[in-house]
């Protein structure tokens, strides 16, 4: 049974693939890290959910965060940290006249 995917490729992953040695059978990639956790938030100062846990420089790289919990987001869903820019510029683009 799965118990959450891979960051990177979105592949699924084993419940007992998370320490701090594995790594992904598809892509190779760290498992117990940053971007395989469910408190992983880009959009919060710290980019991450879990208010005490130590900061982490490299967030694809395995580490020793004891809060760590693996995700079940596959490659491509997180949000994104900032969208303001985006939304700003599509309120004030120029449309085409209607009619």
């Known amino acids: 049974m799965s118990a959450g995917v891979c960051f990177r490729c979105g592949g699924a992953l084993l419940e007992n693939a998370f320490g701090r040695g594995d790594s992904c059978p598809a892509c190779g990639a760290d498992t117990r890290c940053c971007r395989n956790c469910v408190f992983e938030e880009p959009s919060y100062r710290s980019e991450c959910k879990e208010t005490q846990a130590e900061p982490v420089h490299?967030?694809?790289s395995a580490n020793?965060?004891?809060y760590f919990r693996p995700g079940r987001k596959p490659a491509g869903t997180?949000?994104?940290t900032n969208?303001?820019?985006e939304a700003f510029a599509a309120l004030f683009s120029k449309r085409p006249p209607r009619g």
């Open 78 to 80: 997180r949000s994104p």
């Open 64 to 66: 020793y965060c004891d």
């Open 83 to 85: 969208r303001a820019p």
């Open 58 to 60: 490299d967030r694809e």
